[in-house]
């Protein structure tokens, strides 16, 4: 017996040794990127989704990047993946989208956002949902939307200056939720039985977090939000199909349309997916931007005094001075579209831009496997000195005469390539309509500054606190 118990203990010692081996290095036909695979199973997850409190590009990166160079491999969540800091191969992935390239998230990603999730399609049905979204946030659409950010950014404003204080990126979340949901579904919170934003809430909380669905762990809350969520918007639709409108007045009226059209390539599940992440997307990562604006404001005495003049002087030209913003006035305001390019630039509220190999690549030297995980980083991109003097500094003057109305080698922080983020633009007009109506009409003070929290690579104020005030 011993000897046969000897024999299959040291083949199970090979064995696992082989897989350690195996794991440590991959299969590939050239050379592989330098790197890491980390841990079996774990590969470096544990450390990539670790917190840190730096505005610099995250450690995670920065010490791979002085290590290995600015192309180099890791495992995350058992995944083996290709990190790029390179702005070539940045370039190079996104011109070659759909043919080399295609976008990839993780499982948990999927899970979080749903499987039918527009990240998550391709081909001809990545492109008819983008022109669904182009039809809600394209230009003649926002020029409509503008008057309604004025005032729902005016009234907000008015009520926040009667208290003593706001927690400044919960406000401005709810106030563009509020917006956003009533152009989507015609939600209003006052009008409604059940609390949507609540369920958004619990989602965010445990969006960048370590992927364990056990109950009391922030990613099962995060699941539990998304179901919660899912559930509300599915009875909404179901409610309108039964007693659909006769005027089209939201984008869910649109998608009624769209469904009902005879061989539709739209699906009750897509639609919703859309819709979730639509609303996410939209009030989440807009009220992060401009909470760093505000605190870039306050830190920056310069820049809040060059921005107060460009907007002061829209109001001096015009006739009647409590009128309206106008979109040729709106589309004027030059130093403050250089300001939100440096928010945004610093903010780097997108971690990592994810893709798949479709096939072996080749590039600069190294092989990236057909299958594997690329990440794009665009901290490590809009934070590279060799670009960006002195990258740490909040400089919008550096924009001045520089083109960027789109994604470039050297900013992507709405993406970049086929999938450059639709609603950009929205984005921006809202940040510029606050901002307007922030510095023609009110002053404010810091009460709580707020730590800068990263994880991984997402920056966000934590409890930015101030008190908003009356311009005299």
């Known amino acids: 017996m011993w000897p046969i118990a000897l024999c299959i203990g040291t083949f199970v010692i090979i064995r696992i040794i082989h897989w350690g081996y195996s794991w440590r290095n991959p299969k590939c036909n050239g050379k592989l990127p330098p790197g890491s695979m980390g841990l079996p199973l774990l590969g470096e997850t544990l450390q990539f989704f670790a917190p840190n409190t730096s505005s610099d590009i995250p450690p995670f990166i920065k010490e791979r990047m002085e290590r290995y160079g600015p192309i180099f491999r890791t495992n995350l969540v058992g995944r083996p993946v290709v990190v790029s800091t390179d702005p070539d191969l940045n370039y190079f992935i996104f011109q070659q989208e759909g043919q080399l390239f295609q976008s990839w998230y993780p499982d948990t990603f999927t899970e979080i956002f749903g499987r039918q999730n527009v ?58 939720f509020d917006l956003t949901a009533k152009k989507l579904i015609s939600y209003e919170q006052d009008k409604s039985s059940e609390n949507l934003r609540e369920n958004f809430v619990a989602f965010i909380q445990g969006l960048i977090s370590f992927p364990l669905d056990i109950p009391g762990t922030a990613y099962h809350k995060c699941l539990q939000g998304r179901k919660k969520a899912m559930s509300m918007l599915k009875n ?61 404001l306050s830190d920056h005495p310069l820049v809040l005094k060059k921005l107060t003049e460009e907007h002061e002087a829209i109001l001096e030209k015009r006739e009647i001075v409590d009128s309206e913003l106008t979109w040729k006035e709106y589309k004027s305001m030059t130093f403050t579209f250089q300001f939100i390019n440096e928010t945004v630039r610093l903010a780097n509220i997108v971690p990592g831009i994810f893709r798949k190999a479709l096939r072996e690549i080749q590039f600069k030297g190294y092989t990236i496997p057909a299958g594997w995980a690329i990440m794009v980083c665009p901290p490590a991109v809009h934070l590279n000195p060799a670009k960006y003097e002195d990258p740490l500094a909040f400089n919008p003057w550096r924009w001045e005469g520089v083109e960027s109305s789109g994604a470039s080698k050297h900013f992507m922080a709405f993406g970049g390539g086929m999938r450059f983020c639709v609603g950009t633009d929205f984005t921006k007009m809202q940040m510029a309509v606050f901002l307007h109506c922030l510095v023609t009409k009110y002053r404010w003070q810091t009460v709580r500054g707020g730590d800068i929290v990263r994880t991984p690579g997402l920056q966000f104020p934590n409890g930015f606190h101030v008190q908003i005030l009356g311009k005299n």
Not at 130 to 148: A, D, Q
Not at 238 to 260: C, G, H, T
């Open 236 to 296: 909404m639709l179901k409610e309108r199909r039964a007693m659909p409108r006769k005027k089209q007045s939201d984008f869910f009226d649109y998608v009624i349309e769209e469904l009902k059209k005879e061989g539709t390539i739209l699906t009750e599940a897509i639609a919703l997916d859309l819709m979730f992440v639509l609303l996410f997307a939209s009030f989440e990562t807009t009220s992060l931007a401009i909470t760093l604006a505000t605190k870039f």
């Open 119 to 176: 990240g998550s399609l391709h081909g001809f049905m990545y492109k008819y949902l983008k022109n669904m979204v182009l039809n809600l946030f394209g230009p003649e659409s926002l020029k409509k939307m503008l008057p309604e950010v004025e005032h729902a950014t005016c009234r907000n404003l008015d009520r926040w200056s009667c208290q003593d204080t706001v927690e400044l990126k919960e406000a401005t979340a709810r106030m563009i």
